[in-house]
Structure formats: structure tokens, C-alpha cells
């Protein structure tokens, strides 16, 4: 079932090896009342739209920030291959392993294939989650060539 803005999104824990020196639990709801949150969604670390689109972030981060909002990058990759993808790319914010596949097909951003035979990563898409746990904005892009619009997020932190 799709997340569509306004619905209330859903909770989830998953792992994170980033920025800690040690694995931690990360939970959306945790963030409730608290900050607002982007999910960005990429399929796989070390590929090249997803670098682009993971360091943009980073460059965004402290803007983001001073709008009282956390980036969690969600992939299905381990936490041993997201740890040397933020040490390479220089990420601070918290890259979470969704290795089992369960929070790609909560949200419904599901690739049936990506690349190379590639099935069951997630499709290249940002949430932006008020404080009030709701969905403000959503972008899925079908082409995991195609990077999501900054400009539009950027706007919709803004708008929060």
C-alpha cells in the first residue's frame, strides 16, 4: 500500500553503523515532537546518482539542520558497506540499513529489478515527516537514473 502525503507514516526501527563507531537502533517515531525528519531513499551505495544524491544531502545537511530536521538515508545495503560508503563520501548524517527489505515495502518504493539483474532494492525517493509524524512531501522517481528535484524538497523543509 502506498505512502501518500498527509497519511501518517509508518514507524519503523532499523540499524545504523553511521555516524556512531558502533551499530545503533534508529526509530522514526523516536523524532516525534522532536524534529522533522527526511527519508532519502537510494538504491545502492557506491553507484554513481546515488553518491551524487547522497552527498547533496550532505552539503544540505546544516541547512537542514537549522530547519530543525534530520536526513536518514535508507538503502539495502549492510551496515559494514554504508559505514565505508559515509567514510569515503564524507556522510554525518545516519545511513540506515534496511538489509531485510521491511521498510522499502512499508513506504512502497519497491525496484523490481535496479541493475544487473539486481531485484528488491528501493527506488530512488525522499519523505519529508513533520514533527507530527504526517507525511509534507513525497517524490518517487521510477528512473533510478533520475535524481529527486532538491529545489522542491529544499521548499518543502522551508514550508514545514
Given at each position: 500500500?502506498?505512502?501518500?502525503?498527509?497519511?501518517?507514516?509508518?514507524?519503523?526501527?532499523?540499524?545504523?553503523?553511521?555516524?556512531?563507531?558502533?551499530?545503533?537502533?534508529?526509530?522514526?517515531?523516536?523524532?516525534k515532537g522532536?524534529?522533522?525528519?527526511i527519508l532519502?531513499?537510494?538504491?545502492?551505495?557506491?553507484?554513481?546518482?546515488?553518491?551524487?544524491?547522497?552527498?547533496?544531502?550532505?552539503?544540505?545537511?546544516?541547512?537542514?539542520?537549522?530547519?530543525?530536521?534530520?536526513?536518514?538515508?535508507?538503502?539495502?545495503?549492510?551496515?559494514?558497506?554504508?559505514?565505508?560508503?559515509?567514510?569515503?563520501?564524507?556522510?554525518?548524517?545516519?545511513?540506515?540499513?534496511?538489509?531485510?527489505?521491511?521498510?522499502?515495502?512499508?513506504?512502497?518504493?519497491?525496484?523490481?529489478?535496479?541493475?544487473?539483474?539486481?531485484?528488491?532494492?528501493?527506488?530512488?525517493?525522499?519523505?519529508?515527516?513533520?514533527?507530527?509524524?504526517?507525511?509534507?512531501?513525497?517524490?518517487?522517481?521510477?528512473?533510478?537514473?533520475?535524481?529527486?528535484?532538491?529545489?522542491?524538497?529544499?521548499?518543502?523543509?522551508?514550508?514545514?
Open positions: 500500500m502506498s505512502v501518500n502525503t498527509g497519511d501518517k507514516a509508518p514507524d519503523f526501527t532499523l540499524i545504523s553503523f553511521t555516524p556512531t563507531a558502533d551499530p545503533v537502533d534508529i526509530t522514526l517515531s523516536s523524532y522532536k524534529k522533522n525528519v532519502a531513499f537510494f538504491p545502492q551505495a557506491f553507484t554513481g546518482v546515488c553518491t551524487e544524491e547522497m552527498c547533496e544531502m550532505e552539503n544540505n545537511f546544516s541547512a537542514f539542520a537549522g530547519m530543525d530536521t534530520e536526513i536518514l538515508g535508507i538503502s539495502v545495503d549492510g551496515t559494514f558497506v554504508q559505514k565505508a560508503f559515509a567514510k569515503s563520501n564524507n556522510i554525518k548524517y545516519p545511513l540506515l540499513s534496511d538489509f531485510n527489505r521491511e521498510v522499502i515495502n512499508k513506504y512502497d518504493v519497491v525496484h523490481d529489478t535496479f541493475a544487473h539483474g539486481m531485484k528488491n532494492v528501493s527506488k530512488r525517493s525522499v519523505f519529508v515527516i513533520g514533527k507530527d509524524g504526517i507525511v509534507k512531501y513525497k517524490e518517487i522517481t521510477e528512473n533510478p537514473g533520475v535524481q529527486v528535484n532538491f529545489e522542491k524538497l529544499r521548499e518543502a523543509v522551508k514550508n514545514l
